[in-house]
């Protein structure tokens, strides 16, 4: 019987569930993460602690999503290309060649992720800003001045001062305004909010561009982390896949003897034709 390979279906099962999670996250982020409100005792939470609390929960609904569809995937392969084996060893490889490498590569990384988010850079920084860059561009352009420092003009003197200052930081950080949203992420957004704000056209520094802004720099940040997890995800799967491959066929001893009589009931029925064919001399 040839070896029926799902890895395949592991894969797109598991871009599948990263797409939806993307999805499902892609406008989480709103102003109340920067408003602290009070709980039932009457406390002050933060907002920002209560956001961080809803990312950690999605994370793990979406951790256990994944090992559950992987499970069900590799107790299936075991299935399929081992039919007559013991099913209680096919659960229990499934479980350690699943569980195991999930749980030690995978959740390792959620957990790299979550405790050094400067790593998301490695794809945010590029494949998340050519999706948010247009955007952005757009954004950036409709709030702020012209931020050549030549045609900063003011009658309040402190004002050209300070407006010249943010400018140039905006200068020496990007070179580029259209590319400073690579610099804005959720932890340091107030920061960067509160620097652009002297550059911006009157009326332009309200909520719902605050927000855009936000949302913005949120997407491109939770790119970056979906990419990361894709990337592990499919060493994984490659892994498990590779580990079910080699993963021979174990039988119980009832089965094995099952085997054993049909063998040698197969064999006594051959050597009853044999031994029932006549051989006749032709000379």
């Given at each position: 019987m040839a070896y029926v390979d799902l890895t395949s279906v592991a894969i797109v099962s598991f871009l599948f569930i990263n797409a939806a999670y993307l999805y499902r996250r892609w406008n989480a982020a709103t102003l109340d993460m920067f408003i602290d409100k009070p709980n039932e005792k009457g406390d002050m939470v933060s907002g920002a602690k209560t956001f961080a609390y809803s990312e950690y929960f999605s994370m793990v609904i979406y951790y256990v999503i994944v090992v559950a569809v992987q499970f069900g995937i590799n107790i299936g392969s075991l299935m399929i290309n081992c039919p007559n084996g013991s099913k209680s060893n096919n659960v229990v490889a499934a479980v350690m060649i699943t569980f195991i490498p999930w749980a030690l590569i995978f959740a390792s990384m959620i957990v790299i992720l979550i405790l050094f988010p400067g790593f998301k850079t490695a794809f945010s920084n590029v494949i998340g800003y050519y999706v948010v860059a247009g955007s952005a561009d757009t954004l950036l352009k409709e709030m702020l001045v012209d931020t050549n420092i030549e045609s900063i003009k003011s009658?309040?003197?402190e004002t050209q001062t300070k407006l010249r200052n943010t400018a140039e930081t905006i200068l020496k950080i990007c070179g580029n305004v259209s590319v400073f949203i690579n610099q804005i992420s959720p932890?340091?957004?107030?920061e960067y909010w509160e620097l652009l704000t002297p550059l911006?056209?009157?009326g332009q520094a309200t909520d719902d561009?605050?927000?855009?802004l936000l949302s913005l720099s949120y997407q491109r940040d939770k790119i970056g982390e979906v990419l990361w997890l894709i990337y592990t995800g499919i060493l994984v799967i490659s892994y498990t896949q590779f580990k079910l491959a080699a993963q021979p066929c174990v039988k119980t001893p009832e089965q094995m003897q099952a085997d054993q009589a049909s063998y040698i009931a197969a064999q006594t029925k051959q050597d009853e034709n044999t031994n029932d064919t006549v051989y006749m001399d032709t000379q």
């Open positions: 009658e309040d003197k932890s340091n957004f107030t911006m056209k009157p561009n605050k927000l855009k």
